[in-house]
């Protein structure tokens, strides 16, 4: 069985969407989400969905190795961060080399990087009216946004569209795609 960790800060609609993909799954388990947040409603989720969930805060993430052993321990095949907001600990990234994934709200390398987040990408596309956005599944390096991408797909936006429309819109791309290209990733490896 592969396992998978789940990183979160919010509202954690796409980890909800990533376990339903991956129940009964033959092959992959996620083993338990991570979030930084104490009040993201990420945790009610995973309290109603019965899946193990853990909240560290910042000394534990990056003043001190604790999450990164806790991780090691937990030995799993991608950690994948959905909707999560901190930077990655550059010790991090040798010790699970292309083994974690983040999705974007945007086709990077068009907005991202710092601040670049949930609804100021939209706002910041609708400001510079964008005629697309989309997502961006991408390996996590030591730099915001950066990493090799694995997997982009476009949305078209219309002059109308709100910031809320544009939001929608990318949210359905994440649901129909992310769960299927972790899949990917994690039977192509053999
Ligand atoms: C998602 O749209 C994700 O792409 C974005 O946060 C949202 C979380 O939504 N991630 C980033 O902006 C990372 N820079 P969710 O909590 O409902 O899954």
Redesign the pocket.
């Known amino acids: 069985m592969k396992e998978i960790v789940l990183l ?1 800060s ?6 909800e969407n990533i376990i339903n993909y991956f129940k009964g799954h033959e092959k992959i388990k996620i083993s338990c989400v991570l979030t930084n947040n104490s009040n993201a409603k ?1 945790i009610t989720r995973c309290q109603r969905l019965q899946v193990p969930l853990l909240y560290f805060n910042r000394d534990a993430f990056s003043k001190s190795d604790t999450v990164l052993k806790l991780l090691q321990s937990l030995n799993p095949s991608l950690i994948v ?5 901190w930077k990655i600990p550059e010790n991090w990234v040798p010790a699970f080399p292309n083994q974690i994934i ?4 945007a086709l990077l390398p068009k907005y991202g990087g710092k601040g ?3 609804m100021h ?1 939209h706002k910041a596309v609708r400001a510079n009216k964008e005629k697309e956005s989309g ?1 961006t599944i991408h390996y996590v390096n030591e730099h915001y ?1 950066e990493g090799v991408v694995i997997f982009q797909a476009k949305t078209q936006i219309a002059e109308i569209d709100s910031i809320e429309v544009i939001a929608k819109k ?2 359905e791309l ?1 649901y129909k795609h992310f769960p299927r290209v972790i899949e990917k990733l994690l039977t192509d490896h053999g």
């Open positions: 979160a919010g509202s954690g609609s796409n980890v990420v961060l959905a909707g999560f907001l983040n999705i974007h709200p670049m987040y949930g990408v997502i946004d990318v949210h994440e």
